[in-house]
């Protein structure tokens, strides 16, 4: 469907392109992946269309468009069928030393006014790095448009020389949020060993290194020390799930 010819100018050949790769993705049953290259060839069509003046062009250009359109429709009312019936799936690798993977980057397609509660299972909030990560993943819910009211942490205890730095941040944290208006409850488990995410709009997020999945900056005025999408990565999974029936921790 993409190879027809649209013209040879570098809009047309772009557009072709990332069609050529829905087609593709929507061939291999990679649905979420094919519909956002359909959405974004559909866009560069649609600006193909607009600097075309040859009448017969632009006829072709609507009927593609059109067709184009009409799978990516399907495709979404599936994706949605999917969501609504707890099976939808979707999984990002974040390889080695990978940079733009910041928190808002991962979660902000599922960051809605919806999203009033969410439940963060992790058993290392421990540490000083730690902490400031789970900081950082509280001032990304508390901004708009989320309507955060409870935030709920179960995490493990630090037995060393950390437990007082622990338990004095985690305090710390739970003040400022209470500033906000939003709750902080606090749980603690020795057996904890999943990592886990989830909103009570039913989105289920499990990362292979829970939050800590930023290698450390080389120092406190080096890139990547504020701003997360530029910090490198470890080697991780993020498996995405919906659950319309969120079980609460």
Known sequence: MAKS???QDSDSTAAVAVLKRAVELDAESRYQQALVCYQEGIDMLLQVLKGTRDSSKRCVLRTKISDYMD???????YLDQEKEDGKYHKQIKIEENAT??????LFKEYLHETVTEVWIEDPYIRQTHQLYNFLRFCEMLIKKPCKIRTIHLLTSVDEGFGNAQQS?????????????????????SSSIHDREIRFNTGWMFKIGRGLDYFKRPQGRFSLGYCDLDLRPCHET???IFHNKHTKKI
């Open 168 to 188: 004095s941040g985690l305090e710390e944290i739970k003040q400022s949020l209470r500033s906000h208006g939003v709750l902080l409850e606090i749980n603690y």
């Open 71 to 77: 799978r990516a429709e399907n495709i979404k009312k």
């Open 5 to 7: 010819s649209l013209g």
């Open 237 to 239: 999974t993020v498996d």
């Open 100 to 105: 733009g993977f910041s928190y808002e980057t």
